[in-house]
């Protein structure tokens, strides 16, 4: 499974913000995507995942209200509209997957390359 994600950039605090990312795979079927951060010096964190099957969202508790994600099963990808941020949600952003190969329920996990969120006050 391959993720390829776009977006971020520097924003005043109070922007918004759009990530992208695009999974790409022929051998497994994408059970998840989301999104998580990891901010210098802090461990990585989930910031909002979607389910594939029935849409089910999970948002940390620090994104709830701000952040919306979604997704289009058909092209296989996921989209976080970020509103109302802040220097805090400073960090670099990674597209993750949850994916089982065909035929087979272990889930496996899939991270894309980072992208930088800056968030100036």
């Known amino acids: 499974v391959q993720l390829q994600a776009s977006g971020g950039g520097l924003v005043q605090a109070g922007g918004s913000l759009r990530l992208s990312c695009a999974a790409s795979t022929i051998t497994h079927k994408i059970v998840n995507l989301g999104w998580y951060r990891q901010a210098p010096g802090k461990e990585r964190e989930l910031v909002a995942e979607i389910s594939s099957d029935d849409g089910a969202t999970k948002y940390a508790e620090s994104a709830e209200g701000r952040f919306t994600i979604s997704r289009d099963n058909a092209k296989n990808t996921v989209n976080l509209q970020m509103h109302n941020l802040k220097p805090e949600d400073t960090a670099v952003y990674y597209c993750?997957?949850?994916?089982?190969?065909?035929?087979?329920?272990?889930?496996?996990?899939?991270w894309g390359q980072g992208t930088q969120v800056t968030v100036s006050s």
């Open positions: 993750h997957a949850r994916a089982t190969r065909w035929g087979r329920s272990y889930q496996n996990r899939y």
